[in-house]
């Protein structure tokens, strides 16, 4: 029988910071499962109280003390947050205590810094790469596209669009996709407007298996979702991108988030934002 306990992340802000941090030890502990609760905004004493009030209860539901990931700066918030029944990982105290006595300071405790418009240049930077991405969305246009950072190709459903999007809102890279169409298959030969930009293009290819599920869910038993069909595609795309010398990379398996930090890397490409 697996075992069930509860996770929370509690923060003064979205709580992005702690749930990154606490899934990404979650994961750790297989045999268990978590449910997983984001209490976001907790920037007063009584807003800790009722936090505190509510993981208290999932004491008594579970039978068993949750897990508290949080990231509080307010030291009153805290304090209160420190009596509840639970163990909490307080991942503020954890960090910002050593570095105060490594660069010899005290840190601004202000709540909000990592995510916040404070910093305009990197915010404006976030929001012209996300409109960039959305525009340049499946090759709807061929506009601008000097102004890419990268343009990632492949067949449709490979996975283009996400790692895209991620690439945007997490690096504010200006990430175009363009999709490699059976017509430019058929004939082995890139579309005529991406040969200016060679230098920018990337390759996403996945096993024509998975492509197969991925396809059926959206068009049932069509030509598009085949598995021979798949297996073509595939197959052309990855030997179009050999013999143009366009870096590809199989997404089968992989996350969106080791598929953008992957192209990051391989491509050189600089990240923008923090």
Known sequence: MTARR???FISDRTGITAEMLGQS?????DPIEFQRITIPFVDSVEDAEAAVEQVNAAVIEDGAR???FSTLVDDDVRKVIGKMNALVLD?????????EAELGLHSSHTVGKSHSTANFSSYNQRIEAINYTLTHDDGATNRNLEDAD???????RSGKTPTCLYMALQFGIKAANYPLIPEDLQQMKLPPVLLQHRSKLYGLSITPERLQQIR?????DSKYAALANCKFEVQAAEAMMHQASIPFLDSTTKSIEEIATTILHTAHLARRIY
């Open 25 to 29: 030890l979650l994961t750790q502990f």
């Open 216 to 220: 059926s869910e959206r068009r049932p």
């Open 66 to 68: 949750p897990i508290v």
């Open 91 to 99: 991942l503020f105290e954890m960090f910002i205590i050593p570095l």
């Open 150 to 156: 990268i343009i990632l190709v492949g067949v449709s």
């Open 6 to 8: 509860t996770a929370f």
